[in-house]
Every structure is written in C-alpha cells, then in structure tokens.
C-alpha cells in the first residue's frame, strides 16, 4: 500500500515544491486537482490537456521524486439542474478523463451530482426519507436523470481506459454503499467508489462492513484517508444532519479530524486490513480538511499514523496452514 495526499491544502506552494515537502515526509502518491471544488493548482487542465511537452515535464518530476499520481480529482455536479453548471461540471470530469488517459493515470476522483427534485425544479434536492410520497418520487426522478448522464460518462471513462471513483458524500445523490453499487450496476465496472470512509462515519455506517460490501462487488477504486470525530454531547441534542458551519467547532455535533483524532491506530489497523482482504492495495491519499488543526501539521500527524499502519510488503506463505 502506498500513502498519499490531496494536494489542495498545499495550495500555495507550486507542485515542485510540494512535491519535494512531501517526498521528505514519505510519501508515495499525490492526488491533484483538476477542476472543480477542489481546484487546479497544481495541474491546470488547459496547460497539460494535449501537451505532450509539459506533460513530459510533470512525469520527470514526479521521477524526480520518486512518486506517482494516484489519480486526478475534480468534485463538482454534473447532474445541477442549472444547464450551465452541469455542463462545466461535465466538461471538467470528461477533460479530466481525457487528462488521465494521456498521463497513464488509472482513476479520476469525483461526485456522483445530484439533480433537482423535478424537471421544473431549480435547486438540487437531497432526499433523505420516501415519505412524504413526493420525495420517494422524486428520488425515482433523480435516479432515471443519474443512470441516464453515467451511462454515458462511464462509456466514454471505458473508451479511454480509466476508472471513475465517486466519493459517496452528502447533498450528492450517491452518499452511501448500496447507492454506489447500484449506480455501478446500471452503468459498467469503470464506475465505483473514491472510498472516503469520513462521510460514513457521521452517518452510522461501519467502516469495515462497508469495505467488504464494495470489496464483494470489486468496487472500489481509490482510497481518501480520512477521519471523523462525533461528538456525543451535540449529537445526542441534534443528531447527526447537522447544518452547523464547519467552523462553529463547539456547536457541530460532527468534525472532520486528522487521521487518528477521530478513531484509533487499532481501527485505522482494521481498515488496512480490510481493504487488503477484498484485494485493494492501492494509495491512501489523506484528504486533510480538519478545522482543528493547520494543514501541515494536519497532513504530517496523518502520515505519521499512517506509515505504522500500512503494508509495504506482500503476504507470504501460509506456511503455518500446511
């Protein structure tokens, strides 16, 4: 297994300078953006999109250093009910697509989108109950709208040899497992999980469970490293579907935290495990988006976790069971 970061905290520093502070960090992978809510600091789609030249140059360094990008990310909603949003969000994932291919990178990262609750409708609509019986219509809506715009996406992802890992997140149609393995059902194997176990956390989904549901199914692409902290007081007044701002720390009843401030060695252990048992052995890139600590600090107090955690070998022999 490899470790590797997300590079949007890195923001102000340009990518040889990031590349060199993480290279001394140990790090394996990085994960740019592209487009989208995460940006494109690092790697402008319009200055390396069919320049073979500066292409070149991004690939040298990564040798330079000794490490690879895990895969290109751009977040956004190709499914808006805004015909404008939707097709820049479109236009960003197929480039992004399109980028990948002709750096042999093997996986995009994005979201799943999420329409509006009708044709009529203006604002995206997050159902989150069948009932009233609108909603279960609207969300059949919502499916026929999704399974229409990835079919065609996750064609185009097959045509250039590239995964699609969709982060299953919330306000994003696809925010949890039977959701995501029902969307790669009614499109193709190119579609499956960025698997962030953060966003399940807070929603009351066994990390591990989750794994096996997606390993079972070979669905899952890419890995986010990253935490989750509830916090019971709040939660037990509120819940969990918090609309709190991030930071208003005291008053959420939920947090994004560093690797190991949310859950244990012992459970980031089992999640190493999990994923090698359902055959993943891919990057963990650390998604830092703690408002409790810098983000260097953040990124270097994750990476230290990691690195105890994470297999750099390949198993043996059973030879004990012989």
Same mark, same amino acid.
């Given at each position: 297994?490899?470790?590797?970061?997300?590079?949007?905290?890195?923001?102000?520093?340009?990518?040889?300078?990031?590349?060199?502070?993480?290279?001394?960090?140990?790090?394996?992978?990085? &994960?740019?953006?592209?487009?989208?809510?995460?940006?494109?600091?690092?790697?402008?789609?319009?200055?390396?999109?069919?320049?073979?030249?500066?292409?070149?140059?991004?690939?040298?360094?990564?040798?330079?250093?000794?490490?690879?990008?895990?895969?290109? /990310?751009?977040?956004?909603?190709?499914?808006?009910?805004?015909?404008?949003?939707?097709?820049?969000?479109?236009?960003?994932? #197929?480039?992004?697509?399109?980028?990948?291919?002709?750096?042999?990178?093997?996986?995009?990262?994005?979201?799943?989108?999420?329409?509006?609750?009708?044709?009529?409708?203006?604002?995206?609509?997050?159902?989150? /109950?069948?009932?009233?019986?609108?909603?279960?219509?609207?969300?059949?809506?919502?499916?026929?709208?999704?399974?229409?715009?990835? =079919?065609?996406?996750?064609?185009? $992802?097959?045509?250039?040899?590239?995964?699609?890992?969709?982060?299953?997140?919330?306000?994003?149609?696809?925010?949890?497992?039977?959701?995501?393995?029902?969307? #790669?059902?009614?499109?193709?194997?190119?579609?499956?999980?960025?698997?962030?176990?953060?966003?399940?956390?807070?929603?009351?989904? =066994?990390?591990?469970?989750?794994?096996?549901?997606?390993? &079972?199914?070979? $669905?899952?692409?890419?890995?986010?490293?990253?935490?989750?902290?509830?916090?019971?007081?709040?939660?037990?007044?509120?819940?969990?579907?918090?609309?709190?701002?991030?930071?208003?720390?005291?008053?959420?009843?939920?947090?994004? #935290?560093?690797?190991?401030?949310?859950?244990?060695? =012992?459970?980031?252990?089992?999640?190493?495990?999990?994923?090698?048992?359902?055959?993943?052995?891919?990057?963990? =890139?650390?998604?830092?988006?703690?408002?409790?600590?810098?983000? #260097?600090?953040?990124?270097?107090?994750?990476?230290?976790?990691?690195?105890?955690?994470?297999?750099?070998?390949?198993?043996?022999?059973?030879?004990?069971?012989?």
């Amino acid at each position: 297994m490899e470790i590797g970061v997300h590079t949007p905290p890195l923001a102000d520093e340009t990518l040889a300078d990031a590349l060199a502070y993480l290279d001394d960090l140990g790090v394996d992978t990085i &994960e740019p953006g592209v487009g989208g809510h995460p940006g494109e600091d690092h790697l402008p789609r319009a200055e390396y999109l069919d320049d073979e030249d500066a292409q070149a140059e991004v690939r040298d360094l990564l040798d330079d250093h000794d490490m690879r990008i895990s895969a290109l /990310a751009t977040h956004n909603n190709p499914l808006h009910p805004d015909d404008e949003r939707a097709e820049e969000a479109d236009t960003e994932l #197929r480039e992004a697509i399109r980028l990948a291919d002709q750096l042999e990178v093997d996986v995009v990262t994005c979201f799943s989108g999420l329409p509006a609750g009708g044709p009529d409708d203006e604002v995206p609509n997050w159902i989150t /109950a069948p009932w009233p019986p609108e909603h279960a219509d609207a969300l059949e809506y919502q499916w026929e709208q999704a399974v229409d715009y990835w =079919s065609d996406l996750a064609a185009f $992802a097959d045509d250039h040899g590239v995964d699609v890992a969709i982060e299953m997140h919330p306000n994003m149609l696809v925010y949890e497992p039977h959701g995501m393995a029902r969307l #790669r059902e009614e499109t193709n194997e190119r579609v499956g999980a960025n698997f962030d176990p953060s966003h399940l956390y807070w929603q009351g989904i =066994s990390v591990t469970d989750a794994i096996r549901y997606l390993g &079972e199914r070979d $669905a899952i692409h890419h890995v986010h490293a990253k935490d989750t902290r509830i916090y019971e007081a709040m939660a037990r007044e509120k819940g969990v579907l918090d609309t709190t701002a991030y930071d208003d720390e005291p008053n959420r009843s939920w947090l994004f #935290r560093s690797v190991g401030y949310g859950h244990d060695e =012992s459970h980031w252990k089992d999640v190493v495990s999990t994923l090698r048992m359902v055959g993943y052995d891919g990057a963990l =890139s650390i998604e830092h988006e703690d408002s409790l600590t810098s983000s #260097r600090e953040g990124l270097e107090k994750a990476i230290e976790l990691l690195e105890r955690v994470v297999f750099e070998t390949q198993p043996g022999e059973a030879y004990w069971a012989e």
